[in-house]
């Protein structure tokens, strides 16, 4: 583009409409636009995406994308690059488009954002990152998104959030970060929010929340806390939405809500079902006066008290409970009746009542038995705070706001001392400590993350975390270490997340696990663990994720795995395993995650995911070398299946997988399919996909390089003409591309308007 008519453009698209030119209206701005994109359209788009000049917008799904394109035009509006590989989003990334209001990121394996990754984007109003696999979020990692509205984070693996990670997002109304791995929320970690209205942190692990976690967020209306860990309600963290008229926590492990616990004064939806909830306070809710509709269905609620302080209240829903319509249920009946609140549910007990509803009951019917409810759960007793004393050591940043300290990258020989008692975020990276001497942190009875990644670590001594009864998070990455001792963790029972990547470990660290009762998240990879043995991985029956990638395995024991039952991920891309590991897959019936990426796997034979078929939902199986698969590999695996990816293999066909019908990736890019009439019933499968699926013809000569779904070598087939209008009418493909073009934009508004 001429540089006077790219900064032609640029001025009047900056301009408020009142200073445009009254000779160039909006029309005459579009149509500069146009031809502006027009003119340059052929030489800016880079090679495998698609630009759509009049819109502004750029399509590059699902390709082979290994970096940002530098060919984007500058004046692009909506850049989508699902489904690419891009590991690091780099420093900058998208200075060659200023213009940028919609970033869609999703699915493109990106694991870090380094600082000043989006900066120069402050037009940015959308910023989807969901289905990655980022861990950690920095200060820095989102500078430069003032005009950032929604950012999108689902699917990640999150496990913590460092204070001010979200303090440049002034315009933000929407934060999502539903499944996730956080398990602890510090205070102030949403510093900066001022305008967020809906906060969504469902489906993640967490237990622990700061007392001012929720402070700075004066404009919340929605927050989502269901499908979590949480023990207690957290009534002190939820007193600081005033403004917040919905709360989710279902589906929490809460047993009890205490007297006045939650006080939240516009709050006008409470959801607390499927939660172990036995007993409610009469008084529980008397500081949340406005609220409405109460939802306490699938609990172990025998009854319920008269409510207090809820004059607003119209619907109590009860469903699923296991309540006992006696004498003891009367007080709630009449005060039903009193307060005009409608209640859902039905009597379990006595047996003459059982399977009435509440409000077909009359107080004569309700009478005593022997029939006692147990006895109101104690609400734990609040633990006094540690009273701060000690000042922050010298050459050290502490900042008491954030309960925060650091001292990265300050050449410290030893560990330092002295910190303030609060303290829950700790930040030592960078220093050349080689050990970690016993009692190394003394007093930190609130540390819940500690940072020691590039300290040149070869030794933890027996005894190196004692007194860290909160510690949840441990970084040990980048360091020397080759064994570890058990009694290095002795005092730090509440470890949920342990970082030993890039470390020199020859085999999995065994025994350290039976003190680690909380463990959820175990890293080991870029180690070079040579096999996984019986016995390895004894005592962490907690353990959920479970990173392997990048190490030197050839063998996994049939029992190695059999202590860790709950497993839902295991990732052991980039090791040397010549074949899949089926023997030790039984025995973990929730494992929805399995990536066997870069192994050198060149046969799949019979049943080979069959232990798993009944939870696995996203298999990897690409850049293998894969030569061939068994027709009847994926016997067992079916609707469940979201992802599968099979790309960059040496196979020429694949099984029928007719019945994935729940696929939203397909990925079978880089695989020389030879497109004779054994590959029909491909053909057609993935014809009648509404996936991009890369698939390709390396076989015979005349079909070479063409898409599968377009090669006419399938027209000399038997059984070609079944279905063959439906397959090539065009236009009923034009018509179906339409209706599905329509869904999906459909479905990306609504997720944007939520």
């Not at 699902?82 to 998208?94: E, L």
């Not at 994720?545 to 024991?557: D, Q, S, V």
């Not at 990816?645 to 019908?661: A, Q, R």
């Not at 034009?734 to 869904?743: C, P, T, V």
Request: hydrophobic share 40%; glycine share 6%.
């Amino acid at each position: 583009m001429h540089g006077s008519l790219a900064s032609l453009l640029a001025l009047l698209l900056s301009l408020p409409q009142s200073q445009v030119p009254s000779n160039m209206g909006p029309s005459w701005v579009l149509l500069l636009l146009a031809v502006a994109l027009r003119a340059t359209a052929a030489a800016r788009c880079p090679a495998p995406c698609v630009c759509d000049n009049l819109r502004a917008h750029v399509l590059c799904l699902n390709g082979s994308l290994t970096a940002i394109p530098d060919t984007i035009p500058e004046l692009t509006r909506e850049l989508d690059l699902r489904g690419n590989s891009f590991m690091v989003i780099p420093a900058r990334a998208f200075l060659a488009t200023p213009y940028l209001t919609h970033l869609d990121l999703q699915r493109c394996k990106v694991e870090r954002l380094e600082e000043g990754a989006f900066r120069g984007l402050g037009r940015l109003v959308y910023l989807n990152l969901a289905s990655n696999g980022i861990a950690l979020l920095y200060q820095e990692s989102l500078d430069g998104l003032s005009s950032l509205q929604q950012l999108i984070l689902e699917g990640n693996r999150i496990e913590e959030i460092q204070p001010g990670a979200f303090g440049h997002l002034g315009s933000l109304t929407v934060l999502d970060l539903r499944a996730n791995a956080l398990v602890y929320l510090p205070d102030m970690v949403f510093q900066g929010l001022q305008v967020l209205r809906w906060l969504r942190l469902s489906h993640n692990a967490l237990h622990v929340l700061g007392s001012e976690a929720f402070a700075a967020l004066p404009a919340l209306r929605r927050l989502s806390l269901d499908h979590n860990e949480l023990q207690a309600l957290p009534g002190e963290a939820l007193a600081r939405l005033d403004g917040a008229t919905w709360l989710d926590l279902g589906h929490n492990p809460i047993t009890y809500v205490a007297e006045e616990a939650l006080a939240m004064a516009s709050l006008r939806h409470l959801f607390l079902d499927h939660a172990s909830l036995q007993d409610v306070a009469p008084d529980a809710f008397a500081r949340s006066p406005q609220l409405r509709i109460l939802d306490l269905r699938e609990n172990q609620l025998q009854g319920l008290p008269p409510l207090a302080g809820v004059v607003g209240l119209v619907r109590v829903s009860l469903d699923g409970n296991p309540l006992l319509c006696s004498c003891l249920l009367r007080p709630f009946h009449k005060w039903l009746a009193r307060a005009r609140v409608h209640a859902e549910g039905a009597c379990a007990a006595p047996p003459t009542l059982r399977g009435r509803s509440l409000d077909s009951l009359k107080s004569p019917e309700m009478r005593c038995s022997r029939l006692r409810p147990p006895p109101s759960p104690m609400a734990p007793p609040e633990q006094p705070r540690a009273a701060t004393k000690r000042q922050c050591p010298m050459g050290c940043v502490c900042s008491p706001d954030f309960h925060h300290g650091s001292c990265e990258n300050r050449n410290l020989q030893e560990i330092p001392r002295d910190f303030p008692e609060d303290t829950r975020l700790l930040d030592l990276r960078r220093n050349p400590f080689r050990t970690v001497p016993p009692d190394a942190f003394p007093g930190l009875k609130e540390l819940v993350s500690l940072h020691l990644q590039r300290c040149s670590i070869r030794v933890l001594h027996p005894g190196a975390l004692r007194g860290l009864e909160s510690l949840v998070y441990l970084y040990l990455t980048d360091n020397h270490l080759s064994t570890l001792a058990a009694a290095a963790f002795e005092g730090a029972p509440q470890l949920a997340y342990l970082d030993l990547d890039h470390n020199a470990f020859t085999r999995v660290p065994a025994g350290i696990f039976r003190l680690l009762p909380n463990l959820i998240s175990l890293h080991l990879q870029h180690n070079a663990i040579g096999e996984l043995a019986e016995g390895d991985l004894a005592g962490a029956r907690g353990l959920r994720w479970l990173y392997l990638a990048g190490n030197a395995i050839r063998h996994i024991a049939p029992a190695a795995l059999a202590p860790i039952r709950m497993l839902e991920k295991l990732q052991l891309e980039g090791n040397l395993l010549s074949e899949v590991p089926t023997a030790a897959l039984w025995g973990l019936p929730a494992l929805s995650e399995l990536k066997l990426s870069r192994n050198p796997i060149k046969h799949i034979g019979d049943s080979v995911f069959l232990p798993v078929a009944s939870s696995l939902q996203h298999l990897y199986l690409d850049n293998m070398g894969l030569e061939w698969i068994s027709p009847h590999a994926f016997t067992g695996l079916g609707p469940k299946i979201r992802s599968l990816y099979l790309e960059s293999n040496k196979m020429s066909n694949i099984p029928d997988m007719s019945n994935f019908t729940g696929l939203e990736i397909l990925n079978l890019q880089d695989v020389p399919f030879h497109c004779d009439c054994q590959l029909l019933p491909l053909r057609r499968w993935i014809s009648k996909l509404n996936l991009r699926v890369g698939a390709t013809c390396g076989s015979p000569a005349e079909a070479k390089g063409l898409k599968v779904k377009l090669s006419t070598t399938f027209q000399t087939c038997p059984g070609w003409g079944q279905g063959k209008a439906g397959e090539n009418n065009p236009n009923k493909t034009k018509a179906a591309s339409k209706s599905s073009k329509k869904k999906r934009s459909g479905k990306i508004s609504s997720q944007r308007l939520q």
